[in-house]
């Protein structure tokens, strides 16, 4: 019989857990790339693209493996689309390097690649640190950003799934 | 030459002063506990239960012995009240008693009184909270026609429960719909503040990245009614109970000893001034540092302290209970004489 001045401390039952669950792929994999940094055009009209390719288990996405060129004004479109359309904090993006888009520079700019390779892991950090946020997976804008071929302007916007109340 | 500071009293009292010293009867074995002054500090207080009589002596010695102390009586008081911080000048007295020592007249000697309050009712706990106060305290005092004189004396009391009778679990299954579910237990809704929480946290579903969870003690205090209510949060206690990701199917285990922290019992609308209120705060955080939390309220109590008699002992009585037989005296004298050296 226990003491009932000393108390009982030993753990809850639980229920086994099943081998292919502890053993098998995890149910968050999420992992988006931001590389291959193109520059398209000539003179005063370039740019610089990035392919975002977007790899998941997550049955929010439709697809499981995607990819898709994406420049950094869409960034900055779909940190807009977030903040207004949703509750959640969107993380910053790096800078706009408004400086170096200014004429007489000794280097290349907004082209010259130590600063695109800077961009280009802030962009990475940027898509992957919002694609994890359950509140940002339901929201159109997201899905359209990393699964849909371009981009449509006029899209409208909405939530992909009905979270309850509070979340 | 170096002035020494003269002691301001001796230097401009022409008349006669006094001091007065409260002492309780049971002093050499009444048990002291230690309590929190308002400025942080710990310092220790006599302990007194509800319906405890309060005994002892006032003793007034007179500074200038020779000279009589003229006063317009003597009296001691039990005072029980309740002082928000926010509203300093007014004191809700919820237990006042008085005792008269003496009548108006003149003191020509030193002179030791004797109170007694009978059966005093201590209703709450002593407090000392971030907002709000709660203190018993005995004053002794000479009147007088300029300047009484007086003397307080705090004491410090504890209310005391027993095991409650019910005392479900708490069981719960929260999330986020398609992302993050998990089933929480604890093994009790109602502890004493010496107890252990036994709890598990079960994940059903985790699409999300976690790398950490821990489980928190937030104490809660509540001040003022209606439109001015305050709540003033603390977390008292951060304990981890998880570092690293969980899948499906796993199950965290949770022992969180509760006498290892500062907590008071549960105290639910105090007079009609405050109320003081525990929970526990699961909380869980991914790898974006994105917090996902779940707060739950528990009742604390505190369990008198009981003589623990040791196994042997208890062994030792249990069988002479049974066997009544003088070896099972012999193995009960030799228990007892185990005790006592211990």
């Known amino acids: 019989m226990s003491d009932?001045?000393?108390?009982?401390?030993?753990?809850?039952?639980?229920?086994?857990?099943?081998?292919?669950?502890?053993?098998?792929?995890?149910?968050?994999?999420?992992?988006?790339?931001?590389?291959?940094?193109?520059?398209?055009?000539?003179?005063?009209?370039?740019?610089?693209?990035y392919e975002v390719?977007?790899?998941?288990?997550?049955?929010?996405?439709?697809?499981?493996?995607?990819?898709?060129?994406?420049?950094?004004?869409?960034?900055?479109?779909?940190?807009?689309?977030?903040?207004?359309?949703?509750?959640?904090?969107?993380?910053p993006l790096p800078g706009k390097a408004l400086k170096r888009q200014l004429p007489f520079r000794g280097d290349e700019g907004?082209?010259?690649?130590?600063?695109?390779?800077?961009?280009?892991?802030?962009?990475?950090?940027?898509?992957?640190?919002?694609?994890?946020?359950?509140?940002?997976?339901?929201?159109?804008?997201?899905?359209?950003?990393?699964?849909d071929e371009s981009i449509d302007r006029n899209y409208i916007p909405g939530k992909v799934r009905n979270l309850p109340k509070g979340t | 030459l170096h002035l020494h500071t003269l002691p301001v009293m001796s230097f401009f009292s022409f008349g006669q002063s006094a001091?007065?010293?409260?002492?309780?009867?049971?002093?050499?074995?009444?048990?002291?506990?230690?309590?929190?002054?308002?400025?942080?500090?710990?310092?220790?207080?006599?302990?007194?239960?509800?319906?405890?009589?309060?005994?002892?002596?006032?003793?007034?010695?007179?500074?200038?012995?020779?000279?009589?102390l003229e006063h317009q009586g003597i009296k001691i008081e039990f005072i029980g009240q309740i002082e928000l911080y926010y509203d300093r000048g007014n004191h809700h007295e919820f237990v006042s008693l008085v005792k008269d020592l003496a009548r108006p007249g003149e003191l020509t000697q030193s002179q030791t009184f004797d109170f007694e309050f009978i059966h005093v009712e201590k209703p709450y706990e002593s407090y000392t909270g971030?907002?709000?106060?709660?203190?018993?305290?005995?004053?002794?005092?000479?009147?007088?026609?300029?300047?009484?004189?007086?003397?307080?004396?705090?004491?410090?009391?504890?209310?005391?429960?027993?095991?409650?009778?019910?005392?479900?679990?708490?069981?719960m299954e929260v999330g986020i719909e398609d992302c993050l579910h998990i089933e929480f237990e604890y093994n009790k809704s109602k502890y004493h503040l010496k107890d252990v929480i036994v709890g598990k946290i079960y994940f059903l579903l985790v699409r999300l990245k976690i790398r950490h969870m821990e489980i928190d003690i937030v104490k809660r205090e509540t001040t003022g009614t209606g439109p001015n209510v305050y709540h003033e949060n603390d977390t008292i206690a951060k304990y981890e109970i998880m570092d690293g990701a969980p899948v499906r199917g796993e199950s965290i285990?949770?022992?969180?000893?509760?006498?290892?922290?500062?907590?008071?019992?549960?105290?639910?609308?105090?007079?009609?001034?405050?109320?003081?209120?525990?929970?526990?705060?699961?909380?869980?955080?991914?790898?974006?540092?994105?917090?996902?939390?779940?707060?739950?309220?528990?009742?604390?109590?505190r369990k008198g302290d009981i003589v623990r008699k040791s196994m042997s002992h208890q062994a030792a009585i249990a069988s002479q209970r049974f066997e009544g037989s003088s070896s099972a005296e012999k193995a009960l004298a030799q228990a007892q004489a185990k005790e006592q050296e211990q």
Not at chain 1, 65 to 89: A, G, H, Q, T
């Open chain 1, 4 to 49: 009932p001045t000393v108390a009982d401390t030993r753990r809850l039952n639980s229920k086994p857990q099943d081998l292919t669950d502890a053993y098998g792929p995890p149910s968050n994999f999420l992992e988006i790339d931001v590389y291959d940094p193109q520059t398209i055009g000539v003179g005063r009209n370039r740019f610089t693209t």
């Open chain 1, 110 to 147: 907004i082209f010259e690649e130590s600063f695109i390779e800077e961009r280009r892991v802030g962009l990475e950090q940027f898509i992957n640190r919002l694609a994890g946020h359950p509140l940002a997976q339901n929201e159109r804008c997201l899905h359209m950003f990393l699964q």
């Open chain 2, 253 to 301: 285990p949770i022992r969180l000893f509760l006498a290892g922290y500062e907590m008071t019992p549960t105290m639910k609308d105090i007079n009609k001034k405050y109320s003081v209120r525990y929970y526990l705060n699961l909380v869980l955080i991914d790898e974006e540092e994105r917090r996902y939390f779940k707060q739950q309220e528990i009742t604390l109590w």
């Open chain 2, 19 to 68: 001091e007065i010293d409260i002492v309780l009867n049971d002093a050499e074995t009444r048990k002291k506990a230690e309590h929190k002054t308002e400025d942080g500090k710990k310092d220790k207080y006599f302990l007194l239960y509800d319906g405890e009589t309060v005994s002892g002596k006032v003793n007034v010695t007179l500074k200038n012995p020779g000279k009589r």
């Open chain 2, 130 to 171: 971030q907002n709000v106060k709660l203190r018993y305290f005995l004053r002794a005092t000479i009147s007088r026609r300029l300047n009484d004189i007086s003397k307080e004396m705090d004491i410090v009391v504890h209310t005391l429960s027993t095991y409650p009778e019910l005392n479900s679990s708490i069981k």
């Open chain 1, 53 to 91: 390719r977007m790899r998941t288990n997550l049955p929010i996405f439709k697809l499981k493996d995607s990819v898709v060129r994406r420049r950094y004004s869409d960034f900055e479109w779909l940190k807009n689309e977030l903040e207004r359309d949703s509750k959640i904090v969107v993380p």
